[in-house]
C-alpha cells in the first residue's frame, strides 16, 4: 500500500478545529470524554474497526472514561492524510 506524503499537523489543522497540534513532535492530539468506561471502551472498539481498514493506528490511553489521542504516521515521520481521515472518523464516531 502506498503511504500518503508527509503534511505537517499545521497544515492538518485547517480542517480539525477541535482537534491540537502535539507539542515536541508532528502530531495531532485530542482528549475525547464520554459518560462512562462502556462508553470510551465502545468508541474505541469502532474506531478500531475503522483503522484496520485505514491501515492506520492511533496512539491513545484510557482512563475510565477519558480517551487521550496521538496521530501521526510514523512511516511518514509526521502528519499524513491518512492521520486526517482517522481524526475525521474519531469525532464522528463521538457524536
Known sequence: ???????????????LPSWAAAEGRDALVKTFRFKDFSAA???????????????????WVNVYNRVDVTLTTHDAG??????????????????
Do not use: C, Q
Not at 500500500?1 to 480542517?15: C, F, T, V, W
Not at 474497526?49 to 491501515?55: A, N
Not at 492524510?81 to 457524536?95: E, I, K, P, T
Open 1 to 15: 500500500m502506498n503511504r500518503p506524503e508527509r503534511i505537517g499537523a499545521a497544515s492538518a489543522l485547517a480542517d
Open 41 to 59: 471502551f465502545g468508541w474505541m472498539t469502532r474506531v478500531a474497526l475503522t483503522s484496520e481498514k485505514l491501515d492506520h493506528h492511533p496512539e
Open 78 to 95: 509526521g502528519v499524513t492524510g491518512l492521520d486526517v481521515a482517522l481524526a475525521r472518523a474519531m469525532d464522528a464516531a463521538a457524536d
